[in-house]
């Protein structure tokens, strides 16, 4: 997958570039246009968490990739629908397509790493428990080293692959300027429903990269028009999930994601009674913060393999989006130009 070589910079440069992405004409949307946009302006409005706690959670995460996924799936309906075939599409929006949804590829990738090294550290966490509900002196001990070698761990491989995941999603801002197209209503339409989607997607990766980090990352802020009629409920979205997160750093906790803050908590309660130990803390209460602790442990692994789950199963639906892009211009005599950049791709 590719990959920037470039330092890390904010995900929006100062100003406003999204400005107005669409050119202004006297178009209005179809009514396949306009059931695209109810449908994903819902899609957004459900994401909206109806509680602080909930931002940001294993499960929301799931529903955004889930969400991302019903709208590719829209998009895919919507070319349809308008009737616009694939063989009739402009260079410069197969171009646009594929490489978009290769950054998407490549977020993946970077994500799913990111998620194998996190259940690395916290299986090393659930074998530090396991000596601890032992008993034995000598295993207290090699727990208390293993807990300190864990938050070592966390702090030094932070953020490993997520440094990859901001390289794609900055890749993706610069590509929010679409191309210009010619006075074809349909041809605008399938456009239009293609930046909602980058919006989108834009959005939650970078919610998903939030959850893991334990650095201040600057979050997207993107400016609708006012014109979409996903507009009030993206912004609202946007709004909820930033504000919270920023408020979460703001409180000093570690990680914006609940259930890592949860076990954060408790590794904080556990590891200064085995460096220095129990004091007035009764043995009762000291084992249990350890089934606490071990109990949420069991439950972010099981969290993480279910987004990881969700991770693969979007990555199957972009590859499959792709491989059908592809089979149409083959079935469908496209122009040689077109013929060309298919065996380029391939």
């Avoid at 529903?63 to 070319?79: F, Q, V, Y």
Wanted: net charge neutral; hydrophobic share 40%.
């Amino acid at each position: 997958m590719s990959r920037s070589d470039g330092p890390h910079r904010p995900f929006l440069p100062i100003g406003n570039p999204f400005k107005m992405m669409m050119h202004r004409t006297s178009h209005l949307p179809s009514t396949v246009l306009t059931a695209y946009e109810k449908c994903l302006a819902e899609r957004l409005r459900q994401l909206k968490p109806n509680n602080a706690t909930d931002v940001i959670s294993f499960s929301w995460m799931k529903s955004a990739l889930g969400s991302i996924c019903e709208t590719l799936d829209d998009i895919r309906k919507l070319i349809v629908d308008l009737e616009l075939p694939i063989c009739s599409w402009d260079i410069k929006w197969v171009d646009m397509y594929l490489d978009n949804s290769l950054k998407l590829l490549d977020f993946c990738s970077a994500y799913g790493m990111d998620i194998v090294r996190q259940r690395f550290g916290y299986v090393m966490l659930k074998c530090a428990l396991l000596d601890l509900e032992s008993g034995n002196p000598q295993k207290l001990m090699l727990a208390s080293s293993s807990l300190h070698e864990w938050m070592q761990y966390q702090r030094r491989y932070d953020n490993s692959k997520l440094q990859d995941c901001c390289d794609v999603i900055c890749k993706l801002e610069e590509t929010l300027n679409l191309p210009k197209i010619k006075n074809i209503p349909k041809a605008k339409d399938l456009v239009r429903a293609m930046y909602g989607l980058k919006v989108q997607t834009m959005f939650i990766f970078s919610t998903l990269v939030a959850a893991f980090s334990t650095t201040r990352r600057t979050l997207v802020d993107l400016q609708v028009p006012k014109e979409y009629l996903w507009h009030q409920s993206f912004t609202e979205l946007q709004t909820v999930m930033n504000g919270e997160i920023k408020n979460i750093y703001a409180s000093g906790n570690v990680y914006p994601l609940k259930e890592l803050r949860i076990i954060d908590q408790n590794v904080k309660k556990l590891y200064p009674l085995l460096h220095d130990g129990l004091g007035e803390i009764t043995e009762e209460v000291f084992n249990g913060y350890c089934s606490k602790l071990m109990e949420c442990n069991e439950k972010f692994l099981v969290g993480l393999d279910g987004i990881k789950s969700e991770m693969d199963r979007f990555f199957k639906v972009v590859v499959d989006g792709r491989t059908a892009l592809l089979d149409n211009f083959q079935q469908q005599s496209p122009r040689r130009g077109v013929q060309q950049m298919v065996k380029d791709v391939g």
